[in-house]
């Protein structure tokens, strides 16, 4: 589009963006809070820590910490990496009305672990056994 005074005019852009304000400080910081409580309740049911998840996403574990917070936000290529280490949607992850929350992970649980929880659930059989034969005796 060309007007009398020049060069290509953008009247017709410049009338859409003047519709849209700015966004202020105040949206910034409680989309940064909102943001940084929807990835650590993402990190908590995928059982995965700062470390494991920046692994996952090729950052440092300081950024992620700082996503969190809420002190910075994620490159946006890193997004989609997020969301696929976290098993969320990119909607669950901003906030979006209606995405629906993320399903809890279950983590692996290694030999050590499942032999201690083994004991444990023999002794309390044990003590069980002994409360029940107590009991019984009375």
Known sequence: MRDDNGP???S???KKTDALAPVTM???RAFRHGFGE?????MSRANLNQRELSDRVGVTASAVNRWILGHTDPDLPLLPRV???LKVSLDW???MPGAPPPERQVRPIDARELLKVARILE????ELLALAKKIEQE
Not at 38 to 42: E, K, Q, Y
Not at 123 to 126: F, G, I, L, P, Y
């Open 8 to 10: 290509a005019s953008l």
């Open 12 to 14: 017709g852009q410049a």
């Open 26 to 28: 105040a949206e910034r």
């Open 38 to 42: 929807r990835l650590r309740d993402a």
């Open 83 to 85: 969301a696929v280490a």
């Open 93 to 95: 992850l901003f906030g």
């Open 123 to 126: 002794e309390a059989e044990n």
